[in-house]
């Protein structure tokens, strides 16, 4: 059964740092690209960041560039997002992203930036 379980979700002031963990049952993480989203309330899920299955290539939204980091930990089969320099504004349900042969989302990890 293919699920995406994400986790690393808390309550953090600005300029702080989280780390969100996206573990894949089913499927090997590594042979799909994977994608982190976000959503906030009121407001449409946003893309966050990609990384690319051939080559663990990467790209993410300008809002998150320079701060974001999408990585995998191959030994547990699971995509990591290292946040640094948190703003109010990072504030979201965060979700992973599977294309398989079909979209597969997890259930959401919450991330809250207080000011």
């Known amino acids: 059964q293919v699920q995406l379980v994400e986790s690393g979700g808390a309550l953090v002031q600005t300029g702080g740092s989280l780390r969100l963990s996206c573990v894949a049952n089913?499927?090997?993480?590594?042979?799909?690209?994977m994608r982190w989203y976000r959503q906030s309330p009121g407001k449409e899920r946003e893309f966050v960041a990609h990384?690319?299955?051939?080559?663990?290539?990467?790209y993410s939204a300008d809002s998150v560039k320079g701060r974001f980091t999408i990585s995998r930990d191959s030994h547990r089969n699971a995509v990591i997002l290292q946040m640094n320099r948190l703003k109010p504004e990072d504030t979201a349900v965060y979700y992973c992203?599977?294309?398989?042969?079909?979209?597969?989302w997890g259930q959401g990890t919450q991330v809250t930036v207080s000011s």
């Open positions: 089913g499927f090997a993480a590594s042979t799909y690209d």
């Open positions: 992203n599977a294309k398989l042969w079909r979209d597969y």
């Open positions: 990384i690319f299955k051939s080559n663990g290539g990467t």
